[in-house]
T-cell receptor, first 113, second 113 residues
Framework: AQSVTQPDIHITVSEGASLELRCNYS??????LFWYVQSPGQGLQLLLK??????LVQGIKGFEAEFKRSQSSFNLRKPSVHWSDAAEYFC???????????FGTGTRLQVTL | NAGVMQNPRHLVRRRGQEARLRCSPM?????VYWYRQLPEEGLKFMVY????????ESGMPKERFSAEFPKEGPSILRIQQVVRGDSAAYFC???????????FGSGTRLTVV
């Protein structure tokens, strides 16, 4: 069975600081990996996705993620965080682009000014 | 091109009543997915439908919950005889037949009193 672990429930960073959110997955085949962001009371917005190819994936809003098969990880990074990045971030894994996704429990990001 | 439309945004039901949640997919999207998000948790897959077919309902509770996606009209998630534990945010997502990932709606927040 597939699963996703986001070990950090809550992270606080200062505006302008770098950010790394961790995601580990368990999946028997080649995974399709996603990062979503959710603002309070809102739906989920896709930040980036990895299917194949270059293991460093660029997304929207200056985010990037690196797929490391040997570590079963897909960590999300941003060089310089903005106050507007405060939100909840979810990592997800699926069997394809039109299949059910398994989500992690999320990491809540707080940004201090 | 409107996104995935969910209504109502907020729904309050008394215990024992029925809840009907509607999801209109993006234009050209024929695949619909329903997820449930309990407070402080990630999203859990419920059901995957194509027009007039349930493809995967492995995440649906066995009783009281049903879903449909008719040939015409929105997809409906129906919860009969709601209980307090059904209080959650219910998200719908849609994707085109080719896959290529999917788009989430803003969700329906169900409160059972």
């Amino acid at each position: 069975a597939q699963s996703v672990t986001q070990p950090d429930i809550h992270i606080t960073v200062s505006e302008g600081a770098s950010l790394e959110l961790r995601c580990n997955y368990s999946y028997g085949a080649t995974p399709y990996l996603f990062w979503y962001v959710q603002s309070p009371g809102q739906g989920l917005q896709l930040l980036l996705k990895y299917f194949s190819g270059d293991t460093l994936v660029q997304g929207i809003k200056g985010f990037e993620a690196e797929f490391k098969r040997s570590q079963s990880s897909f960590n999300l990074r941003k060089p310089s965080v903005h106050w507007s990045d405060a939100a909840e971030y979810f990592c997800a894994v699926g069997a394809g682009t039109a299949s059910k996704l398994t989500f992690g429990t999320g990491t809540r990001l707080q940004v201090t000014l | 091109n409107a996104g995935v439309m969910q209504n109502p945004r907020h729904l309050v039901r008394r215990r024992g009543q029925e809840a009907r949640l509607r999801c209109s997919p993006m234009k050209g999207h024929s695949h619909v997915y329903w997820y449930r998000q309990l407070p402080e948790e990630g999203l859990k897959f419920m059901v995957y439908l194509q027009k007039e077919n349930i493809i995967d309902e492995s995440g649906m509770p066995k009783e009281r919950f049903s879903a449909e996606f008719p040939k015409e009209g929105p997809s409906i998630l129906r919860i009969q005889q709601v209980v307090r534990g059904d209080s959650a945010a219910y998200f719908c997502a849609s994707s085109p037949p080719s896959g290529a990932g999917y788009t989430f709606g803003s969700g329906t927040r169900l409160t059972v009193v």
